[in-house]
């Protein structure tokens, strides 16, 4: 079984679809290991995105990610990691294939509703980040 991070960013939070969100998870199988709803602060958010520090969006990307709550969540499955971007799909909500979490619930490329990690290795890195061992099931 393979573990990955999801997170519900502020502006699908602010728009009261947390469990719209996580009930695809469930529909597709996906079972939650661990769930919390926080705030970043400005450190966590930068040390979070790091890999984008370079980017022309990365500081209206970390403002984004402290403007509100997020809902992090592991989830865990077969293919966990492959399943859950394909549930999201494309960064670019225009982009994203109708019936996916971004088609339906995001406004834009930055306010994009979900981050999800991209790798086996890199999701490994990102569950630690918010959770200890004994917080995930
Ligand atoms: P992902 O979230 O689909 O994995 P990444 O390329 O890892 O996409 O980018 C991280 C986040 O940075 C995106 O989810 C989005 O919020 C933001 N982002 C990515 N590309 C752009 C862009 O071209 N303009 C503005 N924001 C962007
Ligand atoms: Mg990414």
């Known amino acids: 079984m393979e573990k990955t991070l999801s997170i519900i960013k502020p502006d699908a939070v602010a728009k009261n679809v947390v469990g719209k969100i996580l009930n695809r998870f469930e529909e597709a199988g996906l079972k939650i290991s661990a769930t919390k709803k926080i705030r970043l602060s400005k450190i966590d958010a930068k040390?979070?995105?790091?890999?984008?520090?370079?980017?022309?969006?990365?500081?209206?990307?970390?403002?984004?990610?402290?403007?509100?709550?997020?809902?992090?969540?592991?989830l865990e499955g077969e293919n966990?990691?492959?399943?859950?971007?394909?549930?999201?799909?494309?960064?670019?909500?225009?982009e994203a294939k109708p019936g996916t979490i971004r088609a339906d619930f995001a406004d834009s490329i930055d306010a994009n509703a979900v981050h999800g990690s991209d790798s086996y290795e890199n999701a490994k890195t990102e569950i630690n980040f918010f959770f200890a061992t004994k917080e995930i099931f």
Not at 47 to 74: A, C, I, Q, W
Not at 82 to 92: A, F, Q, V
């Open 47 to 74: 040390k979070f995105y790091e890999v984008h520090k370079d980017r022309p969006f990365f500081n209206d990307l970390v403002d984004f990610m402290v403007s509100g709550p997020v809902v992090v969540t592991v």
């Open 80 to 94: 966990a990691v492959s399943k859950n971007r394909e549930l999201m799909g494309e960064t670019d909500p225009k």
